[in-house]
C-alpha cells in the first residue's frame, strides 16, 4: 500500500477527481450517468511516474463513490486493472461482469 496522503477532490466543474501532489495534478476524468460514475481517463504527470500516485488517486475516487453511494462504471483501462487487483472494489461495479 502507498503512504500517499494527500487528498483526492472532487471538482464537479471540471468533472474529474484531482490529487494534488508536489504543485502537479493528476486526475481521473468521468462522467455521471444518474447512480453511476463512469470513470474515462486518468492522469498522472510523467514527474510523478512510478510514486504510487496513480493507484493512490483511483483508492481515494473509489472511496469517495462508495462513500456517495454511487455506483463505478471503469471505462479508463487503469482504473479498470486497479479494480480487478482490488476485490474489496468490486461490489462498486455497476457492470460486475466487465
Known amino acids: 500500500m502507498s503512504s500517499i496522503t494527500e487528498p483526492v477532490l472532487l471538482v464537479p466543474e471540471r468533472r474529474r477527481y484531482e490529487?494534488?501532489?508536489a504543485g502537479q495534478v493528476a486526475f481521473i476524468d468521468y462522467r455521471r450517468e444518474?447512480?453511476?460514475i463512469?470513470?474515462?481517463h486518468a492522469e498522472v504527470?510523467?514527474?510523478l511516474n512510478g510514486?504510487?500516485?496513480g493507484s493512490a488517486l483511483v483508492r481515494g475516487t473509489l472511496e469517495q463513490i462508495k462513500a456517495a453511494g454511487?455506483?463505478?462504471?471503469?471505462?479508463c483501462s487503469f482504473v479498470a486493472?486497479?479494480?480487478a487487483q482490488h476485490p474489496e472494489y468490486q461490489?462498486?461495479?455497476?457492470?460486475p461482469k466487465g
Not at 70 to 75: A, E, G, S
Not at 91 to 95: E, P
Open 51 to 53: 510514486r504510487g500516485i
Open 70 to 75: 454511487d455506483q463505478v462504471r471503469p471505462l
Open 81 to 83: 486493472a486497479y479494480m
Open 45 to 47: 504527470p510523467a514527474a
Open 38 to 40: 463512469a470513470l474515462t
Open 34 to 36: 444518474g447512480r453511476i
Open 91 to 95: 461490489g462498486l461495479r455497476a457492470d
Open 19 to 21: 490529487m494534488n501532489v
